[in-house]
């Protein structure tokens, strides 16, 4: 879409190229192909009705969001039949400016048409635009995984950092670590059972439970995470994290990514929570995860590296 005050320029079709097929890539990759979408752009811009402002969307966060894409719905129905699609975007112009539209967020939420309902869906702003590499395709990956069901994994200040830039629902602008972790993956189904593996703390003692941990970006058979139940809602998580893939992680920062996840803890709350390496300081998490020799503690558990190879990250688990 346009507007009267912000005229986009261009082939629709050309201009969302990157950001349609970058997500498709990065959904097959992090999937292991269960997951691809089929996208339709609309051949010509559809000039709002109304002042890109209206909606006063111009503040992170801040304004009628919600009210802006069900607007965006009905000026297009005439247009599209809705009963086609699982998600319907609607992208603002490369030009619109932060005081117009900051934010993008999704909406995985009803919206009566014509056609019947949209149950899904997101807009976007200034934020797909950014000036990092493959900004457009992070962004909507981003906003299409809380279509999933995934949450926000940062904080907002004052509240400090709790997990780090290791998931694109973290951190979507991150040129590193950007596959989403074994976590996000189980609970998507986009992990079989044979890919992890689940210990309760009552399964574990003095004698070291040893388990062989394969990249969580390499494709192929072995065991990508090890979970251990802590309670009913919470859960520890041991990944070995390295380049591969659509990760990009500096050879220093390569390593067993440990962290829990408390679900009775709201998205953007601090619900995911790394636990660091000794000597671990970065506000980002991304010097947190553990070297060989490396040992961390949570709630009674005890995690150790072993070892690391390239294909392989060796972990042993026991409990004071």
């Known amino acids: 879409v346009d507007f009267p005050d912000v005229i986009a320029t261009g082939n629709p079709a050309e201009?969302?190229?990157?950001?349609?097929?970058?997500?498709?890539?990065f959904y097959r990759k992090v999937s292991d192909g269960r997951?691809?979408?089929?996208?339709?752009?609309?051949?010509?811009?559809l000039r709002m009705n109304f002042a890109s402002t209206k909606y006063n969307l111009g503040t992170w966060s801040g304004g009628d969001a919600l009210g802006y894409w069900k607007a965006s719905i009905a000026a297009a129905d005439p247009y599209?039949?809705?009963?086609?699609?699982?998600?319907?975007?609607?992208?603002?112009?490369?030009?619109?400016?932060?005081?117009?539209?900051?934010?993008g967020p999704a909406f995985p939420m009803k919206v009566e048409t014509d056609d019947g309902l949209v149950?899904?869906?997101?807009?976007?702003?200034?934020?797909?635009?950014?000036?990092?590499p493959g900004a457009p395709w992070k962004w909507i990956s981003h906003e299409t995984g809380h279509l999933f069901g995934l949450h926000d994994l940062y904080t907002v200040s004052p509240?400090?950092?709790?997990?780090?830039?290791?998931?694109?629902?973290?951190n979507n602008w991150s040129i590193e670590a950007i596959e989403l972790d074994s976590w996000n993956r189980y609970i998507t189904n986009w992990l079989d059972e044979n890919q992890i593996?689940?210990?309760?703390?009552?399964?574990?003692?003095?004698s070291p439970i040893s388990r062989q941990l394969i990249p969580l970006v390499q494709n192929g058979l072995g065991q990508k995470a090890q979970f251990i139940r802590l309670s009913a809602s919470k859960i520890l998580v041991a990944e070995y994290r390295v380049t591969g893939g659509l990760d990009n992680i500096p050879k220093a920062n390569e390593g067993v990514l440990v962290y829990t996840v408390d679900m009775t803890?709201?998205?953007?709350?601090g619900g995911w929570s790394t636990q660091r390496r000794a000597g671990s300081v970065r506000d980002d998490f991304t010097d947190a995860a553990l070297k060989t020799g490396d040992t961390v503690q949570v709630s009674g558990v005890t995690i150790s590296v072993a070892?690391?190879?390239?294909?392989?990250?060796?972990?042993r688990i026991t409990k004071a």
Request: aromatic share 14%.
């Open 15 to 25: 201009t969302y190229y990157e950001m349609a097929s970058g997500m498709d890539n």
């Open 35 to 45: 997951v691809s979408f089929e996208f339709q752009i609309l051949p010509n811009y």
């Open 80 to 103: 599209v039949d809705y009963s086609k699609f699982d998600v319907v975007y609607v992208l603002s112009p490369r030009n619109i400016p932060w005081a117009s539209m900051a934010y």
């Open 119 to 132: 149950f899904n869906g997101a807009i976007s702003g200034v934020d797909a635009w950014n000036n990092i």
């Open 159 to 170: 509240q400090a950092p709790t997990f780090g830039s290791w998931d694109l629902m973290a």
């Open 197 to 206: 593996d689940c210990l309760s703390t009552d399964a574990i003692s003095a």
């Open 265 to 269: 803890i709201p998205s953007i709350k």
């Open 307 to 315: 070892s690391l190879s390239s294909t392989s990250a060796e972990i």
